[in-house]
């Protein structure tokens, strides 16, 4: 049974009563998350998972109520905690609870923007507890009684980016029509509980094993130093130069690249980075660590979890025309998306044994995200800024100092472009070699397409 009930202090609470609960073992995603989390402290609230979205053309608080109640029900991973019981994460599905809901009123539809905009900064400024209450933090603002503006924000050990947009579809579809019922014949994805069973089986054993010993292997074997490494007086508060490479056309080149090479766009940006990367660090073996989906089956491409992790890319030579590169770098890819679910804080320990024993491990410091998804482009967008008509360059922030990160790469869809969004170590990479490396990936790829 569920209910939800005004209080006078400008909030709402949303409640599920009898909904299934549990608690088993916590997933590999669950796993790496909060072990990242725990290592950044203060600073986890980088990681939470965030939205703020137009309603429109607005609709009322009831319909509104009743569809995140709804969504709490079906995507379990929103009920979920995380404690630490005996020296082993364990996951906690709660039953019952309730969920607290900020709600704004404003004057006008703008108005309601900016106290959107200024209710996400606060709610994703503040770090979740995993053990204490739910992974969601909710808020809504109203215009005329209408709710015009949604704001969501969840813990990384909720969602990540692909699981937001597939809540975000389930939402809609709940706050416009479809039933629960509907939603539940309609998708048959898995529960964090249903995940962590299946990793705990024999198979799910073997496929752990597996993946760990692939970058083991790989880590042994891989180049010793991708960057020079920062000089001995670099400034250990400097901070990471964030690069912003927006691009409308390559929309149309990927595609058409991928088509002439006979590969996925995917594989085609990858190699371009490869290739770049390779350039600017006179290296001709690379290897990277990419976060892969891991969303190849029908259960998991549906799921509201967190399912992202860390495969390992691994190209022995970069080939002297482009198109030979990526025919190299297929392989390897492949090879890091089967080996990209694991259980992270064991692979980390096997890691520090092998480091403490002597054994000099590959640099792994260079992160590339693809963070495309069909669903991207259905997703409600609140910029009100137009697209971007040809390629522009900023450097709009920078950030701390992230231990064993030299490069961050993230391929992100946004309305009308792609944009590749870079951060470096200032120590290494200065911002004119940063912009060559972005400006020639995009460069690789219009030649390709062309």
């Not at 705990?200 to 054993?205: A, F, K, V």
């Amino acid at each position: 049974m569920d209910a939800a009930s005004e209080t006078p202090d400008g909030r709402t609470e949303l409640t599920v009563r009898g909904a299934r609960g549990g608690r088993g073992p916590a997933t590999w995603g669950q796993r790496a998350i909060h072990s990242a989390l725990v290592a950044l402290g203060p600073e986890a609230h980088r990681y939470n998972v965030r939205l703020a979205a137009p309603v429109e053309p607005g609709l009322p608080l009831d319909q509104v109520r009743r569809a995140f109640t709804d969504l709490l029900h079906l995507h379990e991973a929103l009920r979920t905690r995380l404690l630490v019981e005996d020296g082993e994460l364990v996951q906690v599905l709660d039953p019952d609870g309730a969920l607290p809901v900020g709600l704004l009123h404003r004057d006008t539809p703008e108005q309601a923007a900016e106290a959107a905009a200024e209710l996400l900064a606060a709610y994703a400024a503040v770090p979740f507890d995993p053990a204490d209450g739910w992974p969601v933090r909710l808020g809504l603002v109203l215009v005329d009684g209408l709710v015009r503006q949604a704001v969501l924000v969840l813990s990384h050990t909720a969602a990540d980016g692909w699981g937001m947009r597939r809540l975000v579809r389930d939402l809609v579809l709940l706050a416009t029509g479809t039933t629960l019922e509907q939603l539940r014949a309609a998708r048959g994805f898995a529960q964090p509980l249903d995940e962590a069973a299946e990793q705990c089986s024999p198979r799910g054993r073997r496929r752990d094993a597996a993946a760990r010993r692939h970058w083991r292997d790989k880590l042994r074997t891989g180049p010793r130093t991708l960057l020079p490494p920062p000089p001995a007086d670099a400034d250990p508060e400097r901070r990471f130069p964030l690069a912003v490479l927006r691009s409308p056309e390559l929309v149309a080149a990927l595609p058409a690249a991928a088509a002439r090479l006979r590969t996925s766009d995917a594989t085609v940006l990858l190699a371009a980075a490869a290739t770049r990367l390779g350039l600017l660090a006179g290296r001709r073996e690379l290897l990277f660590q990419v976060v892969v989906g891991n969303r190849f089956t029908e259960q998991a491409a549906e799921a509201v979890t967190t399912l992202a992790q860390e495969g390992l890319f691994h190209l022995p030579e970069l080939a002297g025309e482009f198109a030979e590169t990526v025919r190299r770098c297929q392989g390897p890819a492949l090879s890091a998306y089967r080996h990209s679910g694991y259980d992270k804080p064991q692979l980390a320990a096997e890691l520090a044994e092998l480091r403490s024993s002597g054994v000099e491990l590959a640099d792994h410091s260079v992160f590339w995200n693809d963070t495309r998804d069909p669903l991207a482009a259905a997703m409600p967008d609140g910029s009100a800024e137009p697209p971007a008509v040809r390629r522009e360059l900023t450097f709009p922030d920078t950030f701390p100092l992230r231990p064993g990160v030299s490069v961050a790469v993230d391929v992100v869809a946004v309305p009308g472009a792609i944009e590749l969004l870079m951060v470096a170590d200032s120590a290494l990479l200065d911002r004119e070699r940063m912009a060559q490396f972005l400006c020639g990936v995009e460069e690789l790829v219009l030649e390709a397409a062309r």
